[in-house]
C-alpha cells in the first residue's frame, strides 16, 4: 500500500518560514491536498491539488509537488499557525485514500 | 451554510455494533462524493470509508471492510456508518466530511465536528 511520510514535529520562529514536506513514492503525479488540526478541533483542509488554496486561507500557505516530495511552506508564521498537518493522496492502485502520519508545527 | 453533524458515538462492548449518522445541510448528498475519518486518542487521521456520487463507488479501509458500511439516504440527507464486530482498535472520534466533487474521494472540504465511539467492556 502506498505509504505518505512526514516529519513528526517542525519548530519555527514567529515571523519565519516553515516548511513540512510529505514524501511518497513518485508522488509528484498525486494530487496532494493538506488538512490542519489544532487542538480538540475538527481538521480542515488548507491546500489542495497540490497548490490550491481553500476558501479564507491566507496567501502565506503555499503547496508544491514534485518527484518524491510534496511540500508545504507557510510563511510569516504566526503563533495562531500552531497545528498538526496532514498530507493526504487517493492511491488509485488500491483504492484508498492515504493520509500522512502528520507533523506537529510548534511556533517558538 | 453547508455543515455536516456526527451523530451515533457511544460506548460499545467487543463485539458489538453501532451506526452513525451524519446529518447534511447546505447542499445535497446526490452532488458530492462523502467521506468518513477516524482518529484514535493521541494518533492521527485513519480514513474510514468513503462513497462516490450516486454510491457508484464505496470504498473502505483494509482495516474495517467486511465489518462495516457505509450508505446514504438523499432523502433525509443522511450519511450512514454501519459499524459491526466492533474492536477496542475501532476507539477513536469519527468524522464525517464532504468531498469537494462528485465523483473522487478527496479532497475534504467540509468537516463535522465528529462523533466518540468507545469500545471496552
Known amino acids: 500500500s502506498y505509504v505518505l511520510t512526514q516529519p513528526p514535529s517542525v519548530s519555527v520562529a514567529p515571523g519565519k518560514a516553515a516548511v513540512i514536506t510529505c514524501e511518497g513514492n513518485?508522488?509528484?503525479?498525486?494530487?496532494v491536498h493538506w488538512y490542519q488540526q489544532k487542538p480538540g478541533q475538527a481538521p480542515i483542509l488548507v491546500i489542495y491539488?497540490?497548490?490550491d488554496r481553500a476558501s479564507g486561507i491566507p496567501e502565506r500557505y503555499l503547496g508544491s509537488n514534485s518527484g518524491n516530495t510534496a511540500t508545504l511552506t507557510i510563511s510569516r508564521v504566526e503563533a495562531g499557525d500552531e497545528a498538526d498537518y496532514y498530507c493526504q493522496v487517493w492511491d488509485s492502485g488500491s483504492d484508498h485514500v492515504v493520509f500522512g502520519g502528520g507533523t506537529k508545527l510548534t511556533v517558538l | 451554510e453547508v455543515q455536516v453533524v456526527e451523530s451515533g458515538g457511544g460506548l460499545v462492548q467487543p463485539g458489538g455494533s453501532l451506526r452513525l449518522s451524519c446529518a447534511v445541510s447546505g447542499f445535497s448528498l446526490s452532488d458530492y462524493a462523502m467521506t468518513w475519518v477516524r482518529q484514535a486518542p493521541g494518533k492521527g487521521l485513519e480514513w474510514v470509508s468513503g462513497?462516490?456520487?450516486?454510491?457508484?463507488?464505496?470504498y473502505y479501509a483494509d482495516s474495517v471492510k467486511g465489518r462495516f458500511t457505509i450508505s446514504s439516504d438523499t432523502s433525509k440527507g443522511t450519511l450512514y456508518l454501519q459499524m459491526n464486530r466492533l474492536r477496542a482498535e475501532d476507539t477513536a472520534v469519527y468524522y464525517c466530511s464532504k468531498n469537494r466533487v462528485l465523483w473522487e474521494m478527496n479532497p475534504m472540504d467540509v468537516w463535522g465536528q465528529g462523533t466518540t465511539v468507545t469500545v471496552s467492556s
Open positions: 513518485n508522488i509528484g503525479v498525486k494530487s
Open positions: 462513497i462516490s456520487g450516486y454510491g457508484a463507488g464505496i
Open positions: 491539488y497540490d497548490s
